[in-house]
């Protein structure tokens, strides 16, 4: 147990409705629909955490929180379609067609609530599960920006922690003291990241100041909740941001120890950039409506670290095709202990990396396999995305596009009918000059097909 250092809230400061400029019409019509029903059964209740933030900066959340002083139970007797989930805190869910409204009772977690607060014996929170007032709710959230109360009964913001002038300076500052909060829940330190991201908010330096010492603690948390973080830092629009303050936090190695590694080390910078490049991508098809999804965008954080675990194994000796399934799982594996990616999107990753070097093949019979793949589609887009960082794959980039959009009659005209067969020995191939090096990504042009080419190709092979 330690002491707390987030001790009495502030005096409340109550921003009136003339002053805020929160506007009704901008709040979804079942949240409001949840408030008044509270308010209607005697309970307090009011619009918490993202979305008053996000209101207050003109913003649109994605999703109306509420907090009430109602217990799990009576919320459910006010509302036909409410369901209470949540084993170790219960919360209710009441359900309007698609929308769900997540209504939270005020929950405390002050350092007196020994009972139902265990703490680890590094700080961490364990177990936090119980119910308090509304300045205890206020307290135990994470940022002062987070914890504001909006209320129906006469429509002002309700601040216990300062939030309100941080909203308008743009500022994340933790509530209490940053590197207690951090040892109780270092995922705080992704969110300080991944917020200031979305947001454009400034990070008060005694919040930013701890984090690359603190990071490691990280490797503590479990890695599901790291992917569901991950999905929210990569898959909402601000991927490219959130990358890049991971990067000044110090946040990335414990994240994706091995990419950072490799990043580290690729003296070009090639590698960093075709990542900058996919986070771009993935947040101008959000911004498009696209669909995305976890497996693309884990090939492309994950593809420095392939690159390296490849280049390791060649120099070894490792046949190429064994060498590159071996560090696909490799890879895979280890990033698993950090972030727990599903099976579905781990499976699909690995296949667009293994399908990259057969681009670089042109025998007849293979170029049609490969177009007719299941996972051409994605393993294409990423040899894009690898173009744009490695002038040298041009070529097959121009093939390829072409070959999708020509009759399979003039595409099999280009095409070599069968296998040359030369050279077939790995070991030479391991030792030719263009094998991946630590310069990085040259993982897609395995020795491999240098034996299956016949032309000998412009700008060569040798530069790798
Ligand atoms: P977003 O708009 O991206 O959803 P958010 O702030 O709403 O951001 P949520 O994960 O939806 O993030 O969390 C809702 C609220 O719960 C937060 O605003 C904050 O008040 C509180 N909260 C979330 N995570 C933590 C945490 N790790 N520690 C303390 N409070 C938290
Ligand atoms: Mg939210």
């Not at 709710?137 to 002062?144: H, I, L, N, W, Y």
Request: glycine share 6%; charged share 30%.
């Amino acid at each position: 147990m330690t002491d707390h250092a987030i001790s009495s809230p502030l005096p409340p400061q109550v921003v009136p409705r003339a002053e805020h400029g929160i506007s009704r019409k901008d709040i979804s019509p079942n949240a409001l629909r949840v408030l008044y029903r509270l308010r209607d059964g005697g309970f307090n209740g009011y619009l918490v955490g993202g979305a008053v933030r996000d209101l207050l900066i003109g913003g649109h959340p994605k999703d109306f929180d509420v907090a009430t002083d109602a217990t799990p139970e009576q919320v459910k007797s006010l509302f036909r379609n409410c369901r209470l989930i949540g084993r170790r805190f219960r919360l209710a869910h009441v359900v309007y067609g698609r929308e769900i409204i997540e209504v939270a009772t005020f929950r405390a977690n002050s350092a007196d609530d020994t009972d139902d607060r265990e703490t680890g014996d590094d700080g961490r929170l364990l177990r936090d599960n119980v119910y308090g007032s509304i300045e205890d709710d206020a307290v135990r959230r994470d940022f002062t920006a987070n914890a504001l109360y909006y209320t129906v009964d006469d429509f002002s913001v309700r601040d216990y922690v300062g939030g309100y002038d941080d909203v308008r300076n743009r500022v994340l500052r933790l509530i209490g003291d940053p590197i207690e909060r951090y040892r109780e829940d270092p995922v705080r330190m992704l969110r300080a990241a991944r917020l200031s991201a979305k947001l454009d908010f400034a990070i008060a330096p005694e919040a930013a100041e701890p984090i690359p010492e603190m990071a490691d603690l990280l490797s503590a948390a479990p890695p599901a909740r790291l992917f569901d973080e991950c999905l929210k830092m990569f898959l909402a629009g601000h991927a490219e941001k959130s990358f890049t303050k991971l990067e000044e936090l110090g946040l990335l190695p414990a994240l994706f120890p091995e990419t950072a590694k490799a990043l580290a080390t690729n003296r070009s910078g090639a590698l960093r950039a075709m990542v900058l490049q996919a986070l771009r991508n993935t947040d101008a098809r959000i911004a498009a409506d696209k669909p995305v999804t976890p497996a693309f965008l884990f090939a492309a954080l994950l593809w420095p670290a392939y690159c390296r675990e490849l280049a390791v194994l060649q120099k070894q000796g490792v046949d190429p095709t064994v060498a590159q399934q071996r560090a696909a799982d490799r890879v895979t594996l280890h990033q698993a202990q950090r972030i727990a990616l599903p099976r579905r999107f781990s499976l699909p990753m690995q296949e667009i990396w293994l399908l990259q070097p057969r681009f670089g093949q042109r025998i007849r019979k293979r170029v049609f396999r490969l177009l007719a793949h299941p996972r051409f589609r994605a393993a294409f887009d990423f040899l894009e995305l690898r173009a744009g960082a490695a002038p040298e794959l041009a070529e097959d980039l121009a093939f390829w596009r072409e070959a999708q959009a020509q009759a399979p009659e003039v595409l099999a005209e280009r095409l070599v009918p069968k296998s040359p067969r030369r050279g077939e020995g790995s070991a030479d191939d391991a030792g030719e000059p263009g094998e991946p090096g630590e310069e990085g990504d040259d993982a897609g042009r395995a020795p491999r097909r240098r034996r299956r080419r016949r032309r000998p190709r412009p700008g060569g092979d040798a530069a790798g």
